[in-house]
């Protein structure tokens, strides 16, 4: 099976709750995870430049990285760029 490793994204906004945020795709597990701990590290960093205490709206990861199977064509893209966001599978 052709597949790839998701590492899906959640926003939470004040008032309105958690919806889904997207899903970046990723040719190994440990590419997953040190972008997403990169990605998230920067988040935060500028957050906390703009903002005191918890912001009204933020993204995080939801979970940990799911190997997903995806078409041939895409898992090319992935293997070519290193990592690929879509707004859902």
């Known amino acids: 099976m052709i597949g790839a490793w ?11 709750g958690v919806r889904p945020d997207g899903v970046y795709l990723y040719p190994t597990k440990e ?4 972008d997403t701990k990169k990605r998230l590290k920067a988040m935060r960093n500028a957050e ?6 918890i912001p009204d ?14 078409g041939a064509k895409l898992a090319t893209e992935i293997k ?3 990592c690929v966001y879509k707004d859902r599978l």
């Open 80 to 82: 070519k760029k290193g």
């Open 6 to 16: 998701a590492q899906y994204w959640e926003e939470s906004e004040r008032g309105w």
């Open 48 to 53: 906390a430049k703009l903002y005191v205490g």
């Open 31 to 34: 590419a997953a995870e040190t």
């Open 57 to 70: 709206e933020y993204s995080r990861p939801a979970g940990a990285p799911k190997f997903v199977p995806v």
